[in-house]
């Protein structure tokens, strides 16, 4: 019987991270789950815990890179590997292009960009001493893709994250390390809800408007839930991607075509 894989997921303490790591659970892997709120974190590891998946925590920032290398260590220590690395965390700021402030650039790159790289950092260094290849799966946008009004610092971060992933793609490919990014459209999670917010202040929309504006024009006729996310996800973790590397595939349901 072959040794059970093990998956470790960023921002997994809700959203789309949480929607990921319980996909591959179903799929046999053990999962870590990391995130900077311990109490969001907590609960979502009791819940998995009672439906008996083999799940460990750790409570870390991504912009930390001691952090990340802790994080792996906690996978290696309780599965004895990290076989696939997904560097979900991630945040949003909306603002006009006049208005960004060097704090939020600052904010944006070290958690949406460093966090990145000091991840794919981390889980490649294990998966070198392992000696038989892996996984490391980004969470780049459609706006990584495509920029938009009122996201342009948001949008640069997921710019950067499509470059990370080839130029690690091609590195990492002798190590036989696949590196790949999904990139959603609009996800009915707490991120789209803050990012609705933060319109209103600046479109003069009503709460809800926002969303409902940015998604009116999904050819599929709905917003993404974090499962149909999850799904991509597993295929890119699975044996199934194998001769896959470097691609960042867009899954937003008929919003951005290129």
Wanted: contains cysteine; hydrophobic residues 40%; aromatic residues 8%.
């Amino acid at each position: 019987m072959s040794k059970q894989k093990t998956a470790v997921i960023t921002g997994a303490g809700q959203g789309i991270g949480k929607g990921i790591a319980k996909r591959l659970a179903d799929d046999g892997f053990a999962v870590v789950l990391s995130d900077i709120n311990e109490e969001v974190l907590n609960s979502t590891i009791d819940e998995f815990k009672e439906q008996n998946i083999r799940v460990a925590s750790f409570v870390g920032n991504v912009a930390n890179p001691e952090d990340q290398k802790a994080l792996v260590r906690t996978a290696v220590d309780h599965f004895g590997s990290v076989d696939v690395f997904i560097n979900n965390a991630g945040i949003e700021q909306v603002s006009p292009i006049l208005d960004i402030q060097p704090s939020d650039l600052e904010k944006l790159f070290q958690v949406n960009v460093f966090g990145v790289v000091y991840g794919i950092q981390a889980a490649a260094e294990q998966m070198k001493k392992q000696e038989n290849g892996g996984k490391i799966i980004n969470a780049c946008s459609i706006a990584g893709h495509q920029s938009f009004t009122m996201l342009g610092a948001y949008c640069a971060t997921k710019f950067a994250v499509r470059s990370l992933t080839q130029t690690a793609a091609q590195e990492l490919a002798k190590y036989k390390i696949t590196v790949n990014a999904y990139c959603p459209g609009i996800v009915g999670t707490s991120m789209w809800d803050r990012i609705d917010t933060a319109m209103v202040k600046y479109m003069g929309l009503q709460k809800g408007e926002a969303f409902k504006k940015f998604a009116e024009g999904i050819a599929l006729g709905r917003t993404q839930e974090p499962e149909d996310v999850a799904k991509f996800v597993s295929y890119l973790a699975s044996s199934d991607s194998d001769y896959m590397t470097g691609q960042s595939v867009i899954i937003d349901g008929g919003i951005v075509f290129n």
